[in-house]
């Protein structure tokens, strides 16, 4: 059973740098499959934010191109999110999940998802 | 990019059906068959519901379907029951390799 796990710090200080890191289980990332990241803001809609496969190749929204870095580290079967200069409008729950690689498999979905980890930013 | 259209909420009878609706456009909706449907409830991560436009995960009731005409998909649940009452989200690939979701609908049942 496939099973991702969100870990990181839960406050962040405007302008620094927002840092998760997501853990795979049950599953090696060199294997296969995207591995992507979406964000909630409380009481918002959902909000995908980029993802990454194995060999390193990454898609980022528009949007957030500029400020966020997506890698992955198979050695340790995870991979990680870094959004900079982070404003109040960065507060949400923020999930890592799995998605194929939707043009060569001919199919989309994302799953499983990881629980969420709420990240606030304030001072 | 902008974020799918789907209406704020619906609402139904236990026993009756809902459709969903999320408007696109071509670039994404309207230009592929990748469209999946999510089901979220309170304080819940989401749970994937449909597939590639129509089709059903393994476990997912067949209560749930899914279908789309032009630039505008559709999730109907059909014999609407409490547990169904949840936020509702589609989700598409785009023309730029990037994903898209709707902005969710808040489903009551009455």
């Known amino acids: 059973q496939v099973q991702l796990q969100e870990s990181g710090p839960g406050l962040v200080k405007p302008s620094e740098t927002l840092s998760l890191t997501c853990a795979v289980s049950?599953?090696?990332?060199?294997?296969?499959?995207?591995w992507g990241w979406i964000r909630q803001p409380p009481g918002k809609g959902l909000e995908w934010i980029g993802s990454?496969?194995?060999?390193?190749?990454?898609y980022y929204t528009p949007s957030l191109k500029n400020r966020v870095t997506i890698s992955v580290d198979t050695s340790k079967n995870q991979f990680s999110l870094k959004l900079s200069s982070v404003t109040a409008a960065d507060t949400a729950v923020y999930y890592c999940?799995?998605?194929?690689?939707?043009?060569?498999?001919?199919?989309?979905?994302?799953?499983?998802w990881g629980q969420g980890t709420l990240v606030t930013v304030s001072s | 990019q902008s974020a799918l259209t789907q209406p704020a909420s619906v609402s139904g009878s236990p026993g009756q059906s809902i459709t969903i609706s999320c408007t696109g456009t071509?670039?994404?909706?309207?230009?592929?068959?990748?469209v999946s449907w999510y089901q979220q409830h309170p304080g819940k991560a989401p749970k994937f519901m449909i597939y590639d436009v129509s089709k059903r995960p393994s476990g997912v009731s067949n209560r749930f379907s899914g279908s789309k005409s032009g630039n505008t998909a559709s999730l109907t649940i059909s014999g609407l029951q409490a547990e169904d009452e949840a936020d509702y989200y589609c989700?598409?690939?785009?023309?730029?390799?990037?994903?898209?979701f709707g902005g969710g609908t808040k489903l009551t049942v009455l």
């Open positions: 071509s670039s994404d909706v309207g230009g592929y068959n990748y």
């Open positions: 999940a799995r998605h194929p690689n939707i043009v060569v498999a001919g199919t989309y979905w994302f799953d499983p």
């Open positions: 049950g599953y090696s990332i060199s294997s296969g499959y995207y």
């Open positions: 990454i496969y194995h060999s390193g190749n990454t």
């Open positions: 989700s598409s690939y785009t023309n730029s390799s990037t994903l898209v």
